[in-house]
């Protein structure tokens, strides 16, 4: 989503901005700006990719200086346009602002203005704010910051200069993700870390409500209140060469092939093979309110849902406790009834998805115990969280999630063993479960390597605009996944759902030549959703079916087989997922489109 980077130092802050703004572009957006302070305000901005500013700031002359602020815009409020696109700036005072995420009381702010006598030239809820700041400005622009924020409702990340003021970058945040980056003699800002780390690892995240003032020379924190507050320094960990293409044409690409390396290190440590146990730092010190939970729900958003409908599946199937998996954003709203022994676990890459936060917090105000499976070290999630579980699967830049889905489904399985071999899964049923689990990374290794066939098959149907993915048990969230990447990067339309639901209406799609992929691996359903593949060959669509080594049989029975290794069942979609990811990518670059930066969609969505 919305990108913010703000840079005070001694170098030019021009080329500085481009490249962070460059590095977050995989966040997704739709326009992009900057403002130098020079004197005075040097703002240039334009509508499409990064590089179209870069033209356009080639043919202007000036934005020289080493203080300034950039932005990528996803818009939420008023179109795609120029006018739209940050920094928004107040005349009067000379102030420009960037903000990320949405201000709720706008229009009233913007009556308000109005009256004032200010005029308004674009139709954001970010130009009200900078508006704001102008109005309130008594000589310091940390106080006018301040005494806005205190008058708005709603979330924001926000970089704030003022001609005034030259020496002075002003920042704060409340409910979208924001992180000082301190150098030797200067500061990054940026709300994304890898626009950071090409120049210092040493950073503090801003808390919400936190306002800092950052000068040349030192910082100082505070609240909207002004109340001084000290940030806890934090060293970060991303390395650049891990958001680094390397031999990949995309980092979606990129990352589905990285997913046995992610996965062993997702293990690495917290498996003790003999003993059937697993060990998780962050939850030991909840396992008692783990053994005795009477009711795990699981919240997340698109493909973190997805993981979770999985984490479901297998915390009932193995850990004998009642589990739900959840839309954060419908669990949120619906007045959920949270009972004693209510563990709540919110599952996201990024944490920062601002659904899943809001669901978290609603359900620890409601008295759950709050555990996260989280990507992102340190993101919001992760520290609202009473403890939890990091994927560790490294930065995750593709907006097409796929190393994370199989992160989450690991992580979620650990959970499982963990609370499993507490309540009553004997040491070997655990043993052979985790001997299971070590096997994933090298089967996934086998799946890559088939990537030919996989494009071959892809290639054959790429042209249909309607596909189908059906799956049955563990495999029918595999099936939501595989949809759902179909959709998101090659703009076919799909649909997944239980295989036994198609003939309660999505049967009627089918004609001749429709494409219906169908996650068929060995396991309790297997005869059944065999069943059904019949059911669609017999009104003339084409089954692909992700098959078990070894199944010769299917072969006859399907236009095309992809084989993945034999796998535990509960752990299969970590295996069945993958030829869905590579047929996904593999359709869209056939169709021609740019994978890592999907039209319309954004890598975290900070907005409810
Ligand atoms: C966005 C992304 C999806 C992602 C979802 C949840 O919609 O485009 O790829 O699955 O958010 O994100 P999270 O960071 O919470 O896992």
Request: aromatic residues 6%; hydrophobic residues 40%; negative net charge.
């Amino acid at each position: 989503m919305c990108g913010i980077v703000a840079y005070v130092g001694s170098k030019q802050a021009r080329p500085l901005l481009i490249e962070g703004l460059k590095r977050m572009e995989y966040r997704g957006y739709d326009s992009a700006g900057l403002a130098v302070l020079n004197g005075k305000l040097e703002v240039c901005r334009a509508v499409g990719r990064v590089a179209m500013l870069e033209e356009k700031l080639e043919d202007a002359p000036g934005f020289e200086g080493t203080l300034g602020l950039a932005h990528t815009r996803w818009a939420t409020h008023g179109g795609v346009t120029e006018a739209n696109a940050h920094p928004h700036r107040d005349d009067k005072v000379g102030i420009a602002l960037v903000h990320n995420g949405i201000i709720e009381n706008y229009a009233v702010l913007k009556t308000y203005l109005k009256e004032k006598g200010h005029q308004f030239h674009s139709e954001t809820d970010t130009e009200v704010l900078a508006m704001l700041i102008g109005e309130l400005y008594e000589g310091d622009l940390e106080h006018a910051v301040q005494a806005a924020l205190r008058e708005v409702t709603g979330a924001y990340a926000i970089a704030v200069i003022c001609e005034r003021e030259p020496d002075t970058l002003v920042c704060a945040r409340k409910g979208s993700p924001l992180m000082v980056g301190i150098g030797a003699g200067e500061y990054v800002v940026a709300s994304d870390p890898s626009a950071i780390v090409s120049h210092t690892t040493q950073a503090f995240p801003l808390d919400d409500y936190n306002v800092v003032k950052i000068t040349r020379t030192g910082f100082r924190s505070s609240t909207v209140e002004n109340v001084s507050v000290t940030p806890k320094i934090m060293q970060l960990e991303m390395d650049l060469e891990q958001i680094d293409l390397g031999r990949f044409q995309h980092f979606m690409q990129k990352e589905i092939f990285e997913q046995p390396a992610a996965l062993r290190n997702t293990l690495r440590g917290r498996l003790q093979r003999t003993e059937g146990k697993v060990v998780l730092g962050g939850l030991s010190a909840y396992a008692k309110e783990l053994v005795r939970a009477r009711r795990i729900v699981l919240a997340g958003q698109g493909t973190a849902l997805h993981a979770a409908m999985i984490g479901e599946y297998m915390l009932e199937d193995l850990a004998k406790v009642p589990a739900v998996a959840e839309y954060a954003s419908e669990f949120r709203y619906r007045n959920p009834i949270i009972e004693d022994g209510t563990v709540v676990i919110a599952v996201s890459q990024s944490g920062e998805t601002a659904d899943t936060l809001a669901a978290l917090n609603e359900a620890k105000d409601r008295g759950a115990l709050a555990l996260g499976v989280i990507n992102v070290v340190g993101s919001t999630i992760a520290r609202e969280t009473d403890a939890g579980v990091y994927l560790r699967v490294g930065p995750e830049v593709g907006v097409a999630s796929t190393k994370a889905f199989t992160g989450q489904v690991a992580v979620l399985a650990l959970i499982t063993l963990f609370m499993a071999r507490r309540r009553f899964m004997s040491t070997e049923a655990s043993t052979r479960l985790i001997d299971e689990m070590l096997a994933v990374p090298d089967k996934i290794e086998r799946i890559c390597e088939q990537d030919t066939h996989i494009r071959d098959v892809t290639a054959k149907y790429c042209d249909r605009e309607n596909w189908l993915f059906l799956g049955r048990g563990y495999n029918y969230p595999t099936a939501l996944e595989g949809a759902l990447k179909l959709k998101e990067i090659s703009y076919i339309h799909a649909e997944g759902m239980p295989a036994a639901e198609m003939k309660h209406g999505p049967i009627a799609l089918i004609n001749e030549g429709m494409p219906a992929v169908f996650i068929a691996n060995k396991g309790r359903q297997y005869e059944k959703v065999m069943s059904n593949i019949a059911e669609v060959r017999a009104r003339g669509g084409h089954v692909i079916a992700v098959a078990t080594e070894g199944d010769t049989e299917i072969k006859k029975q399907v236009e095309d087989v992809i084989y993945v290794p034999d796998v535990a069942e509960q752990l299969s979609p970590m295996l069945t997922v993958v030829p869905l990811q590579l047929m996904a990518y593999h359709a869209a670059v056939i169709r021609g489109h740019d994978v890592d930066k999907p039209r319309n969609l954004a890598k975290s969505v900070t907005v409810e």
